[in-house]
Structures are given as structure tokens and as C-alpha cells.
């Protein structure tokens, strides 16, 4: 089955905003195993619109068209596809007398330029929107259901899950339903992973594992297609097992639990603290862990250690060693996630040293140099990189690989250093 | 002029990535006065590919292309144009050499499959590209100018601006230019913006104010048009020089310099140096300074003080202070701010304490509370709001409050509460 995507909007073909309904929209028609084809967005012109419906009726076996259903001149949609396709505009009472209803929950009066929103197609079907003045509908030309939705995503996306994904799927009773999975890794590069899994997922046709990198991540996205919904969750749990099994601590967490909510609820769990002391990441780390609500159960603070002043006076990091080593060094390194784990005292104390770039490089210690350290009871472990990236990559990847470490070390799992690195030797 | 945008990737139609490509291109198109009339996105599939682009030859006057461009089986960009528009495929050799040396250059040696990148439809100029594997190329088809870019965002944005833009341009000779400038401001809402500016920019029909908000801030957007792109310059001179008389310090910047750049530039040319101290923004102020290159001139460091103790030993808040008052009030924000400038030695101290919530806000103290203190060598300033945000945005917002107080105690501009804010009474 394919399907096609038409968004409607001259704030769009201005590049005013960035359409993420069509992604959206997309990701949700693949879980009913309908793969979009096409996407198509043009201006609010009657002739523009009619030509991309025309065409979608041509060529696709189910369109969605989002956009265009307000109340103001430039909404043209409804008035559109319905002369497109021959149809008169009616007045749907249900409507009209719920978009009234909607203003007044509000504490407004409807203004009279509303009541055209009540107006669709003949032979439509109306989607309620519960959230919005815009109901959408269903109008079948030919073989072809056209969905129409509003284009203000919080609606697009109640009106999608609740009304139209049903709808679709009822047409295709007894053709099956896909299933996704996201599974998050950090440590190993797409290609290599790629490799690694190769045989993963081979047997069963109707099993397939997607890539998709999302620096410093990256993430599997295992696909499933089966009559039901639970023999398809059964295919997945069984790809899951494999791949969990085969990567082992490389795989952090699944769905939207990202490294800094996955650590978090394991400090949280095993009744830890920790602190961190950052020179290169300058905060970044800091912000990434307390960026999760809740995160001052167990994160005590940070050093943002920038001058090699504030080292020595907020962290404890003995001036000889600062003289003799640099400050981009594993002595220091060590320094700051003992001096920062005493400061505060937290059970674990993580640090960071290194040079971001552009600039501050030297034969000796490169750009892209940097040093990490962790500290707990057992002792301070510490190693070395050069990651050959931008400034902000660098950062990203570095305060990404300290957190990493935070989370092996919580759930028994060695600091090795990922593959995704070009280890310094 | 009309401008087809033409995106290739089975990743766009699945919906695993938002397609940013689209609205970015169609943004600096505008600055050439060339209007997109059809954003288009098909999968790696070559029928689907040719009749797109056969499609786009035959409606559009500049068409760009996005994505494809790779070294794998699935990258048919180029083979796809050239097929349909009856071009052979030829290799270019510096291309070839340019490709070898960029892996050489990150220590890598050229896979056999990049070598395909180096091959071109007969006729097209080759477009380099800096920053990634993949040359763009430009194909005239009859009149229609096709512009075939990566994928890649970062090298597609680059390669837009240094490559293609200039070519559409240098092929409107006569037709006129627009010039667009970006003015940055913070502090005041959009609708209040545009209330306070619906003077500015009416007399002349071809000069257009466009607002933006890119959270915290919002940009205001000068479009001038002109015979010549001196005269736009001008025109924009106007314009841009009524603005800021008008907003005064609400203009903190334009172009691409952000508020920590410009802080940091006043800072560095001001011979000062600055630290701050966290609690509710928990290292992301830190974190906004040091992403600036350079940011170690005048940097000294920060703590993110999460926890009371934390507060007590490594900012020397009196425990007596925040047992009275409380952590989130404002004798202990301008302990912290005190505190930390002390501790660090610098010319400026800062300093947040807040509730970002979801959770830990009471009656007394709401979640959204924040207090910001400012100390420097003539004082203290203080002040409190409660920002009815998501825990994201309120970090966000109090983070730019807090730096833009630095960057207003620079420039001799008063530290009033931007209308913005909802200030607690």
C-alpha cells in the first residue's frame, strides 16, 4: 500500500518553518505497514493544491493532506478538494455547534469567519478535533481515501492517532500490522555495528533492522510485521534478545530512555551521588545530567573548571602537577575526579580535561586531545582520546563518553573505550 | 522566478529523520527573491526519482537537489539525473583527488565505493565541498539550472551559501537582489515587537520587516529589494539603524552572533573575567560561555551547585541563609553570585537558584520561581520573576536572563526585567 503526503502552507515553501508533520505522519502510516512514496508540500494555490491532489488520486492508495483548514481567506483546502473532485461544500450542524462549544471553553466568541470551518465536502467523513476550531475529514474519491487534517501539529498528531490510523487500518483488515522498536547504543560507529549485526534479522523476511545515527548515538530500529500486534511484539522481543545479547553495554537504553534518564534512574536505584568536574566540557555535562527532573537525588554539583586557578582552588588539584603535567593531562584528569568527589562528598566523582579546538593545540597535545577520569571507592579509572570533530562535537562526545563511563561502572560493565573513538596510543 | 526543492532519501519517506534541508533552502532562496513553489520528496527509487525531476524541469526555473549523493548502492542521485536527461556519467579527476585526500586527511584510506562520488553527468560544473565526501554539481537542462547537493545538513548549508546561492544570483544579473539581515533581540515578546515596530518599514514598499522567535530570543528579519545590492544595503542601513534607536539594548547582536559570542566579545575587550554559579540552570549557563572558541580568555570557571552542601562549601553560602530563606530566594542567589566571584577571583560574579520543576514548587515559592544575582565590583543586583515554562525552557530563559545582565552591566544598559517575563510581585 502507498501513500502519499501533501502539506499545504506558504510559511512552509517560505521555509518559515521546518514540516515535521510529514515525518510524522510517515513513521506513524509505516506502523500499518503503509510506506509513504510521496511527499509533496505547495503554497495556498488553488491551482498548485489541485494539480498535487490530482496527482496524489493518481498515483497513491491513501493520501494525507494536512494544512490549510483554518478559518482565515488563505485556508483553501476544504473549498479545494472538493471542487477538485466535484463535490458540493455542506454545512455539518455537529460541527459547527462544537467548534461554538470549543470557543466558549475558551472564554471567546466564535468570530463569524469560523463557521466556514464547519463547511466540508460532500460525502465526507468528519474527524473530530477535540483540541482546535479545525475538524478534519475523510473524503473517498474513487478507490482512494483522501484524510484531512490541520496543520498545527499537537492536532494533526491526536487527529492522526485517534481517527485516521484506525480508519486506515480498518480498510485493511486482515493485512497485518508492523511494529517498530528504538534501541540506543553509544560506542560503536554505524558501519561497524552494521557489521556486527549482519546476520541478525536475516532468517525472518518479515523482520527488518534499521540504522540511524544521532551523534553521538546511534540507534537500531528493529521492524516487525505480523498478522497481530503480539506476534509481532514476539518477533521483536526475540531481534531485541539477540542484538542485546550480541552488543551487550553497548545498548543503553530503548525508546526515549536516553543515557542521561537511564543513568539517572540507576544512581537513583542503587542510592549513589555524584559530581563531576569539567575543564573542556565547560558545563555541558552538568547540564546534561540535570536536565532530567528529579536529578538532585543524587547529583550533588559541578566545577566548570575553566582557569587553572579555579582547579587548584575548587578542586583540590595540586599546583606542581598543573606545572609539571598540563592541565590536559591524566594526572590532572585524576586530580579533578578525586578533588571533585571530595568536595562534594559524592560517591562518584567524573572528570574531563581536554582541547575542543579550534584553537590550543600543540605537537605533543593535538586537537581533539582529551583525558576522563571517574573516581569512586574502588579507585579512579582513567584514560585517553583524540576525537578528530568540531568544537561542539567534541563536547558533545566527550561529556557523552564521561556519562558512559558513569553508567558501565553502575551496572558492572568495563570502561573500554568504544570503537566509535580513534583511541590516542 | 519559481524554485522547485527536490529531497531524495528512503529515510525522509519513512520518517526517521525531519527533513530541515527543505526549509532552509527555500529560506535563502527568498534572499534571492526566487519563490519555492513545490517542496518534492521521493525514495531511492529511480522511476520515482525521474519522474520528479522530470516533473520539476517542467514547472520550475531553479531546481535544487538534496540527498543521494553517497558512496553506497542506494546513492542514485547522479546516475538518475544524468539517465534522464540523456547525459553520460564521466569522471572527474580532481574530484577523484580532492575525495583521497579528504580521507587521507582524517587518517582513513578511500573505500573503492568512493570512487563513484568522483562521477558527474557530462556538462555539469562540479560544486566542492570542503567538508564531507561528497561534491554537489550543477546541470543546466534546457533553461532549468538543477543544483545537486548532499544530504548531510551541514555540508548542504555550506554549499548552498558558498556554491550554489552566488551561481542563481550571478544567473539574475539585472533582475534585482534582496538583501536580508538578521537583528537578534532579547527581552520582549513577538507580538510586542511587532506592536512597537508597525512604523518602521512602511514607507517603502520594498523593504519587509519579518519576525522570528528562536526561543528565548526572537530575530527580526529586514528584506530590502533593489536594483543593486549596494542600494538593498542602504535600504537595510535605514532600517536596521531605526530599529535598534527604537529597541535600544533589546538588540544584543546580528548576523550569527549569538549571546554568548557577543558577551564574550565584550568581556575579552573589556579586559574582565567572569564565573558563575548554578543551581536551577545546573551548568547550562556555564556550558552557553565555553561554547564560545576562545571563551578561556575571560571564563574563569562556574559551579553548578545542585546540592545545599554543595552551596555551603564550594560557594560559601552561610548555612544560616539557606536555612532562613531557603535555597530559591534572594539572599542566597546573591550569596551565590558574592561567592562565586570570590572564589574565582573574577570581575563579575552571576548566579541562578530556581525551580524548573516539574516538581518542588509550594505555594510560597511556585515552580517557575527563579531568582538571578549580578555582583561586580559596584554591587549587587537581584531580582526575581516566575516563568511559567517547561522545565526546558525555563532553564533556557533564566540561563539568557542571566547572560544577558552580564552583556547589559558591559554595555552601560539598565537591568530591567524584559516585558517578555511575567515579574512576581
Known amino acids: 500500500v502507498k501513500a502519499e503526503i501533501v502539506t ?12 515535521s508533520n510529514k515525518s510524522f505522519l510517515s513513521e506513524r502510516l509505516l506502523t500499518l505497514d503503509v510506506e509513504t512514496r510521496f511527499h509533496t508540500s505547495v503554497c495556498d494555490d488553488p491551482a498548485d493544491m489541485e494539480d498535487a491532489l490530482r496527482r496524489a488520486a493518481g498515483r497513491a492508495d491513501v493520501v494525507l493532506v494536512s494544512g490549510g483548514l483554518g478559518p482565515t481567506r488563505d485556508d483553501l483546502t476544504t473549498e479545494v478538494l472538493a471542487a477538485t473532485f466535484g463535490r458540493k461544500l455542506v454545512q455539518d450542524g455537529p460541527s459547527l455547534e462544537a467548534i ?9 466568541e466564535m468570530a463569524p469567519n469560523n463557521a466556514k470551518q464547519a463547511l466540508f465536502p460532500e460525502g465526507a467523513e468528519v474527524l473530530p478535533n477535540p483540541i482546535g476550531t479545525a475538524p478534519g475529514f475523510l473524503l473517498v474519491v474513487g478507490e482512494v481515501p483522501f484524510f484531512s487534517m490541520p496543520g498545527v501539529p499537537r492536532e494533526l ?3 492522526m492517532d485517534e481517527q485516521v490510523l484506525p480508519r486506515i487500518a480498518a480498510r485493511r483488515t486482515g493485512v497485518g500490522v508492523v511494529r517498530a522498536r528504538l534501541l540506543r547504543t553509544f560506542g560503536m560507529g554505524e558501519s561497524t555495528l552494521d557489521d556486527v549485526l549482519k546476520d541478525i534479522a536475516t532468517e525472518d523476511p518479515d523482520v527488518t533492522l534499521g540504522f540511524r545515527t544521532a551523534f553521538p548515538d546511534n540507534y537500531l530500529r528493529p521492524l516487525a510485521r505480523a498478522a497481530t500486534a503480539a506476534a509481532a511484539d514476539a518477533k521483536l522481543d526475540r531481534v531485541c534478545d539477540a542484538i542485546r545479547t550480541r552488543l551487550g553495554a553497548l545498548v543503553y537504553g530503548e525508546g526515549d530512555a536516553t543515557l542521561e534518564l537511564v543513568t539517572g534512574s540507576l544512581l537513583r536505584a542503587q542510592g549513589k551521588t555524584i559530581a563531576v568536574a569539567e575543564s573542556c566540557t565547560g558545563g555541558l555535562l552538568a547540564e546534561k545530567i540535570t536536565s532530567v527532573a528529579g536529578a538532585s537525588d543524587y547529583f550533588l554539583g559541578g566545577v566548570a573548571a575553566y582557569a587553572n586557578s579555579a582547579k587548584e582552588a575548587l578542586l583540590g588539584v595540586p599546583r606542581e602537577l598543573l606545572e609539571r603535567h598540563g592541565a590536559v593531562s591524566e594526572p590532572v584528569a585524576r586530580a579533578m575526579a578525586e578533588g571533585v568527589r571530595a568536595r562534594f562528598g559524592s560517591d562518584l566523582g567524573v572528570s574531563t580535561t581536554g582541547i575542543s579546538g579550534p584553537g590550543g593545540g600543540s605537537a605533543e597535545k593535538p586537537v581533539g586531545l582529551v583525558h576522563v577520569a571517574l ?22 562526545l566527550t561529556a557523552q563518553l564521561a556519562l558512559d563511563w558513569v553508567r558501565r561502572r553502575l551496572v558492572g560493565a568495563p570502561l573500554e573505550a568504544p570503537t566509535i573513538m580513534r583511541r590516542r596510543k
Open 8 to 19: 499545504i502552507g506558504d510559511e512552509l515553501l517560505r521555509g518559515e518553518i521546518v514540516d
Open 100 to 108: 461554538r462549544a470549543f470557543f466558549a471553553s475558551v472564554g471567546r
Open 157 to 159: 498528531v491526536r487527529m
Open 375 to 396: 573516581a569512586d571507592a574502588s579507585g579512579t579509572h582513567a584514560d585517553h582520546f583524540v576525537f578528530p570533530l568540531d568544537r561542539s562535537r567534541h563536547r558533545a
